[in-house]
């Protein structure tokens, strides 16, 4: 057998490879996020939410099942592998964008794109999991995500720019050309699997294996119940954001460069605050991490039925994208911790089923709501939904394994450790945390 090191410094080639591929699949999302609703309603005259909102739907579906599919694929075929397919999904998604001369064709651009995304992005988080071992998961997390959402802030920027300037269509999707040309051939030509990491984990790991992975990620298990849960809310609340949030911002006459800087903020500081919770999910208990993460995006929401003025929607994207960015490397974290090896990859494809099936439940939910009683209305529910998958973590998860510091007794300065979810586990001085 190959022997390997596991462990970020060993690997930081491949993981910073990895990372740069991650980019470009959230650039491929971040392509329709400021511009696609306008194109909805401007070229193809869309009034009803819930039309416009069905490319968002369509979406999550077949992101969501792939992600599903992507846990076993990636144990049979191997990593690698399936992040090239998925890449190679990719290819017809900036033409059918460009030349649309309907709304369907939009749809099946989005087919193609739940498609990649499952499979491409699932691979990547995967992948660098098995690549840095036990210890720094949640700071490899936060890197991840960190770089896929920078690169969909990135690019809802850029494609919201360039759409101002020359045009809803062509131009921003020539974009996409290139990010599948540098998403592919890096892939293919630069990645390696990552099977021999997860052999070597497997010898040492002392996590039991999973008697029901399905059911014990969906709800079962405390820890993987409460975080599967919060993870579908959280893609409910971003699904209305994506779809909801430029149609308001239009109706409050800003222009589609305004509306492409605030919509922008959002993923940004999601993506760049994720540098900082991915360590600190590494040291902090994560269910401290998951319940004030939601809490704080709940109550952003319901603050924007008060927001008029373009610095007001600027703050409420700021911190609507820190509590998104307080769970998401946590999300993957606690899965990673509560796994064992040869359970992680299928495990982590049920989560993401059930996450990224939020995505269609919040665009179809909103949509709905939007159209039936107004915009106001559907923000305020989904809302006050995020703020309950908030108490349902306090209710229901346990800190988890190491030295995690409960959040409350670090700001207060208290030295204990967190109880842990084993019940061996001793309570322990622990240095406070500088960062």
Same mark, same amino acid.
């Given at each position: 057998m190959e022997q390997v090191k596991l462990g970020l410094r060993e690997n930081w080639k491949q993981f910073s490879l990895l990372v740069l591929i991650n980019a470009f699949v959230g650039g491929m999302v971040g392509l329709e996020r400021s511009i696609l609703p306008q194109i909805a309603e401007k070229e193809f005259a869309l009034a009803a939410k819930t039309a416009i909102l069905s490319f968002i739907i369509v979406f999550g579906v077949v992101k969501a099942f792939s992600n599903y599919f992507a846990g076993s694929l990636a144990n049979r075929f191997g990593r690698k592998n399936l992040l090239v397919f998925g890449w190679i999904m990719a290819i017809p998604i900036p033409f059918l964008l460009m030349f649309a001369p309907n709304w369907n064709w939009v749809i099946v651009a989005n087919v193609f794109l739940g498609i990649n995304q499952g499979l491409a992005w699932s691979s990547t988080v995967v992948m660098k999991i098995d690549l840095v071992g036990e210890k720094q998961r949640g700071l490899a997390m936060g890197i991840n995500e960190s770089a896929g959402y920078l690169a969909v802030a990135l690019f809802a920027f850029l494609s919201g720019y360039i759409a101002n300037q020359y045009g809803l269509r062509p131009y921003p999707f020539y974009l996409g050309i290139v990010l599948v040309f540098l998403g592919l051939l890096g892939s293919y030509f630069f990645i390696h699997d990552t099977r021999q990491h997860v052999i070597q984990e497997e010898q040492t790991s002392r996590i039991p294996r999973l008697k029901d992975i399905f059911l014990e990620t969906t709800w079962k298990n405390r820890n993987l119940g409460s975080v599967t849960q919060a993870g579908l809310i959280n893609n409910?609340?971003?699904?209305?954001?994506? &779809? /909801?949030?430029? #149609? !308001? +911002?239009?109706?409050? =006459?800003?222009?589609? $460069?305004?509306? @492409? %800087?605030?919509?922008?903020?959002?993923?940004?500081?999601?993506?760049?605050?994720?540098?900082?919770?991915?360590?600190?999910?590494?040291?902090?208990?994560?269910?401290?991490?998951?319940?004030?993460?939601?809490?704080?995006? &709940? /109550?952003?929401? #319901? !603050? +924007?039925?008060?927001? =008029?003025?373009?610095? $007001?929607?600027? @703050? %409420?994207?700021?911190?609507?994208?820190?509590?998104?960015?307080?769970?998401?490397?946590?999300?993957?974290?606690?899965?990673?911790?509560?796994?064992?090896?040869?359970?992680?990859?299928?495990?982590?494809?049920?989560?993401?089923?059930?996450?990224?099936?939020?995505?269609?439940?919040?665009?179809?939910?909103t949509g709905i709501i939007a159209d039936y009683f107004g915009i106001i209305t559907a923000i305020v529910f989904i809302g006050l939904l995020t703020s309950f998958s908030a108490i349902i973590i306090k209710i229901r998860m346990r800190c988890g394994e190491g030295e995690s510091v409960k959040i409350w007794d670090w700001l207060i300065g208290k030295e204990v450790q967190s109880t842990c979810t084993n019940s061996h586990s001793m309570v322990q001085p622990l240095e406070r945390l500088s960062y």
């Amino acid at each position: 057998m190959e022997q390997v090191k596991l462990g970020l410094r060993e690997n930081w080639k491949q993981f910073s490879l990895l990372v740069l591929i991650n980019a470009f699949v959230g650039g491929m999302v971040g392509l329709e996020r400021s511009i696609l609703p306008q194109i909805a309603e401007k070229e193809f005259a869309l009034a009803a939410k819930t039309a416009i909102l069905s490319f968002i739907i369509v979406f999550g579906v077949v992101k969501a099942f792939s992600n599903y599919f992507a846990g076993s694929l990636a144990n049979r075929f191997g990593r690698k592998n399936l992040l090239v397919f998925g890449w190679i999904m990719a290819i017809p998604i900036p033409f059918l964008l460009m030349f649309a001369p309907n709304w369907n064709w939009v749809i099946v651009a989005n087919v193609f794109l739940g498609i990649n995304q499952g499979l491409a992005w699932s691979s990547t988080v995967v992948m660098k999991i098995d690549l840095v071992g036990e210890k720094q998961r949640g700071l490899a997390m936060g890197i991840n995500e960190s770089a896929g959402y920078l690169a969909v802030a990135l690019f809802a920027f850029l494609s919201g720019y360039i759409a101002n300037q020359y045009g809803l269509r062509p131009y921003p999707f020539y974009l996409g050309i290139v990010l599948v040309f540098l998403g592919l051939l890096g892939s293919y030509f630069f990645i390696h699997d990552t099977r021999q990491h997860v052999i070597q984990e497997e010898q040492t790991s002392r996590i039991p294996r999973l008697k029901d992975i399905f059911l014990e990620t969906t709800w079962k298990n405390r820890n993987l119940g409460s975080v599967t849960q919060a993870g579908l809310i959280n893609n409910l609340n971003d699904g209305m954001v994506w &779809g /909801i949030f430029p #149609i !308001l +911002l239009a109706s409050k =006459e800003f222009e589609l $460069q305004e509306i @492409g %800087i605030i919509t922008a903020i959002y993923p940004a500081v999601w993506g760049l605050g994720q540098l900082l919770t991915g360590k600190m999910s590494d040291k902090f208990c994560k269910k401290d991490m998951l319940f004030v993460g939601m809490l704080l995006q &709940g /109550i952003a929401l #319901i !603050l +924007l039925i008060w927001a =008029e003025t373009m610095g $007001q929607y600027m @703050g %409420i994207s700021a911190l609507l994208g820190w509590g998104t960015a307080m769970v998401y490397p946590t999300f993957l974290a606690t899965l990673a911790e509560n796994t064992h090896p040869l359970d992680r990859a299928k495990s982590m494809g049920i989560f993401r089923l059930w996450r990224d099936l939020g995505y269609a439940i919040g665009a179809l939910m909103t949509g709905i709501i939007a159209d039936y009683f107004g915009i106001i209305t559907a923000i305020v529910f989904i809302g006050l939904l995020t703020s309950f998958s908030a108490i349902i973590i306090k209710i229901r998860m346990r800190c988890g394994e190491g030295e995690s510091v409960k959040i409350w007794d670090w700001l207060i300065g208290k030295e204990v450790q967190s109880t842990c979810t084993n019940s061996h586990s001793m309570v322990q001085p622990l240095e406070r945390l500088s960062y």
